[in-house]
């Protein structure tokens, strides 16, 4: 069966798809996977056709910062989703018998398979239904308001996706010959949540076709190995902490490389620091500065994790079974980092707006010598690493399309 896996962002919407499409391929199915073209080397070097997406997402989270106003913000925005629409109705078009969607280009995803009679399947990296038993990520502050508004605050999130989406979609719908208006009813489409159910527990008053699968672990691109001064590094002395910010603060490297090494030596540990979209940067005898290498390898040498709180590094650094000190920026992120707080695998999260050389020091500190954070993190990453998310869509694909 060809299956086609659209997913648009930074790389953590794009790696874990790199997970679930291998084992898609070696399970006999032809994948590829739309993405944009920052990404075509990543999906590439795992063994999967890419199909490119229009737009740079780097460019538009440093468009995002530069706005002068809310409005030039949106305009940045609606730029990019009505070029993600041509892509998307491009890469479906080019062939496939079944797409897989993340949430984000699901409206389009939805509009293209419609129009090319191809069923879709939503696969989400993160809770994207809404329910009374918390707020969505992304969701507005719900302190205190209780199941019902936990539940209106989550509905809004899915309103404000396809509020965004809502132009591109009739244009496309439009342009595909298709009526205008909501698509035509008929049975729910499948929907599974790539994160563990250990971390997010499936709400109960969730519809029967969503399933919470646990993580898709992204794939290792094909002959890699680590660099050799990073094996030198690791080597030389006690493990160190892993601080990375990924897609977040383009253009901020030197501020924060200059925050970070104040912070590193507050708190007296070695540091293996991830250059990212920032463009971090580090240097002296403790501190190596690096540029993307897979987690899964890195984070089991560390002795803590700092990061952003986006879905695939938080899933990383919980699989590794190191505690972590969270630095949410935006989006899903103080989601996932107030849910590793209250699973006791994190310091409190240093929100990205507070953060200072202190701050970071501080909750370095605390992230490395307080051993509960330790234990309750080896303890989850081995239950976690026993999971096998990419099974129950596998299985489902098997049974219900005769893949």
Known sequence: MRILIITAGSRGDVAPFTGLGRRLLDAGHEVAVAAHQLFAALVGGCGLEHRPLPGDPEELIRGWAQAGSR???????????????????????????????????????????????????DTHLVPAVATREFALPGAADTDGSGPEGYLAAGQ????????????????????LGLPTGPPPGGDPRPVFAGFSPLVVPRPADWPSQVEVTGYWWPSRPDGWRPPADLVDFLQAGPPPVFIGFGSMAPGQGERLGELVAAAVQRAGVRAVVQAGWAGL??????????????HDWLFP????????AGAGTTGAGLRAGVPAVPVPVMADQPFWAARLHRLGVATRPV???????ESLGTAITACVTEPAHRHRAAELGRHIAEEDGAAAVLAHIATGYGG
Not at 80 to 94: E, H, I, K, N, R
Not at 156 to 175: I, K, M, P
Not at 281 to 294: E, Y
Not at 301 to 308: L, M
């Open 71 to 121: 409005e030039e913000a949106r305009a940045l925005t609606r730029a990019y989703v009505d070029g993600l629409a041509d892509g998307v109705a491009t890469a479906v078009a080019d062939g496939t018998d079944l797409v897989l969607t993340a949430f984000a280009p699901a409206p389009l995803s939805q509009a293209a398979g419609e129009a090319l009679g191809v069923p879709v399947i």
């Open 156 to 175: 809004a999130v899915v309103r404000g996706r396809d509020g965004l989406f809502a132009g591109a979609v009739s244009r496309l719908r439009d342009r």
């Open 281 to 294: 940067s580090g240097g002296g005898d403790d501190v190596l500065a690096i540029g993307d290498v897979p």
């Open 301 to 308: 040498r560390t002795a803590a994790v700092v990061h952003h």
């Open 351 to 357: 929100p990205f707006e507070d953060l200072t050389a």
